[in-house]
């Protein structure tokens, strides 16, 4: 990809200063490295399933890949880059914690966490997320793509619902404090209504 065809929005630079801004316990970097990571890991499958990837677009929202539309992947294979995203911060947590318990440093076990997070969230069956792509992919390819919308859209909110409370919960019992659940809520329900 040229330079041409990577866009960052303001609102993702306003995003990153207030991020590192406000971490006082130092996850901030790593996590940034974690999502690079897990996009590197998608556009590596792309690239190698025969696809090409036409642009990469990062929003206060989250990062974007936009593949060419001159060289389409299968439902099969969009099953197998949507899965490379987490197989990649998998097999990063793996890593750490194989180098962790071999004395290279403690601090990979927070890189371990974090990945493994990454990994989970985004296997979860939501829209915007590579677990609501990978469920819409296998429903095409089981000839099942008129349910495969309404099934993705039952999903999500379910998900979305389940952050949405179970983040007031946290918000409610941190007196305020532990705010991050809450706001993956309100991300995904803005992305549902997007929709």
């Not at 642009?55 to 989250?62: D, I, Q, V």
């Amino acid at each position: 990809m040229s330079r041409g065809e990577i866009e960052i929005s303001g609102g993702a630079l306003v995003l990153c200063a207030l991020l590192f801004y406000l971490d006082q316990s130092g996850v901030a970097g790593p996590l940034l490295l974690s999502s690079l990571c897990h996009e590197l890991g998608h556009w590596w499958a792309v690239k190698a399933l025969g696809g090409r990837v036409a642009g990469f677009r990062l929003t206060w929202a989250g990062a974007q890949l936009r593949l060419s539309g001159a060289h389409p992947l299968s439902s099969g294979r969009m099953v197998l880059a949507a899965l490379a995203g987490p197989g990649t911060n998998l097999l990063l947590a793996l890593g750490c914690i194989l180098l962790a318990r071999h004395g290279a440093g403690g601090g990979l076990y927070l890189f371990a966490g974090i990945n493994l997070g990454l990994a989970v969230f985004n296997l979860l069956p939501a829209r915007w997320l590579d677990g609501g792509r990978v469920l819409e992919s296998l429903l095409t390819c089981l000839g099942r793509e008129r349910c495969a919308d309404g099934l993705l859209h039952v999903c999500s909110w379910c998900v979305t619902g389940l952050f949405l409370v179970s983040g007031l919960f946290l918000l409610w019992e941190s007196e305020g404090r532990n705010f991050t659940v809450f706001l993956a809520g309100v991300w995904m329900a803005q992305g549902n209504l997007g929709n």
